[in-house]
């Protein structure tokens, strides 16, 4: 191929080339932005934690978080009482977990950056009740997002692409009941996500802890914090940023894994990774129906748009297991 003139490849592939140049991922680069640790998930004994919200709020900040939500069951923990621990590096963001269920089934709707408590809400059928509590978290300005969709085997692909107005979907929760994998015939969250972004759904996948235990030992078994989170690339540590950049997928969920850069150009998406110690990198891009189209090693991953894809997210995963998921680009016509 490479002794071949380029116009001889134009004249032999006129149609093929078209729809690189007619289609395009949309523009995105986290240079020049701050990059924010936070977890939007977690529980105090305010609901049905184990610790006290001072004590909850602590524990993140000590561990190199920039932000946190305070989500507690029903329960508004308002951070004004923690301002002593808020400063220029760390913030945190009011929330609640609006907490209800519809035959047995768990209905959990987290609730970001809201004002005061809101009501849970009930509805007849399971798509109500989700998008009641989604349109109550709205009715406030705050930002909703759908939690573990597969505990209780509450939420399935058929209800979830039928909610509007929702942008965040937990595809990583580190509480050890909620069955992120799936198993058997129920699919886990990453393939929940790619069938809903496959059926022309724009949601992002965030990791949360969900912690509930901050005490006695920290086992596989118990909700211990430290599992899941997000980085949000956003101008400046405030919840207006932060909340506008989640809502845009400005953002990465991780296990482990972390990212320098992010650069989506109109032909190419680069995801960049910040090496630890001696482990070693795989980045898979993934598209339509959760197909994996690339598999590239190393701290630095390429894709380019090869003319077809209606998105394209990224998945980086190190030797020990640690992931970063990369928001969806989508391609532009
Ligand atoms: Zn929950
Ligand atoms: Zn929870």
Do not use: C
């Not at 118990?222 to 997928?249: K, Q, Y």
């Amino acid at each position: 191929m490479r002794f071949v003139q380029w116009w001889a490849l134009a004249l032999a592939f006129p149609i093929a080339a078209m729809p690189l140049s007619a289609q395009q991922f949309s523009r995105f680069d986290t240079q020049g932005l701050g990059w924010y640790k936070g977890n939007t998930h977690t529980h105090t004994s305010a609901s049905d934690g184990d610790s006290p919200p001072e004590q909850v709020a602590r524990w993140y900040k000590e561990h190199g978080y920039q932000f946190l939500v305070l989500s507690d069951h029903n329960v508004f923990t308002d951070p004004a009482a923690l301002a002593q621990l808020a400063d220029s590096t760390y913030l945190l963001i009011p929330g609640e977990e609006l907490t209800t269920s519809l035959a047995k089934k768990p209905v959990h709707v987290n609730a970001l950056n809201i004002p005061h408590a809101i009501k849970e809400q009930q509805d007849t059928t399971l798509l109500g009740t989700i998008q009641r509590n989604v349109d109550a978290v709205r009715a406030v300005s705050g930002v909703p997002h759908i939690n573990h969709p597969n505990f209780g085997w509450a939420l399935d692909t058929a209800v979830l692409a039928r909610v509007e107005r929702d942008r965040l979907l937990e595809i990583f929760n580190g509480h050890p009941t909620v069955h992120n994998r799936g198993g058997d015939d129920s699919p886990g969250l990453e393939a929940v996500w790619d069938w809903l972004l496959s059926h022309d759904r724009r949601l992002y996948g965030i990791a949360v802890d969900d912690a509930h235990h901050f005490q006695g030992e920290f086992a596989p078994d118990r909700a211990n914090p430290g599992r899941g989170w997000i980085v949000v690339a956003a101008s400046g540590l405030n919840a207006a940023a932060l909340m506008e950049a989640l809502e845009a997928g400005q953002f990465y969920a991780s296990t482990g894994v972390v990212l320098e850069r992010l650069q989506a150009e109109p032909g190419q998406l680069t995801v960049t990774i910040r090496p630890r110690s001696n482990f070693k990198y795989t980045t898979e891009f993934i598209g339509q129906d959760g197909a994996v189209l690339a598999r590239v090693g190393g701290v630095q991953a390429a894709y380019a748009l090869r003319g077809g894809e209606r998105y394209v997210r990224a998945r980086g995963t190190d030797s020990g297991g640690a992931m970063a998921w990369v928001q969806p680009v989508f391609v532009t016509r």
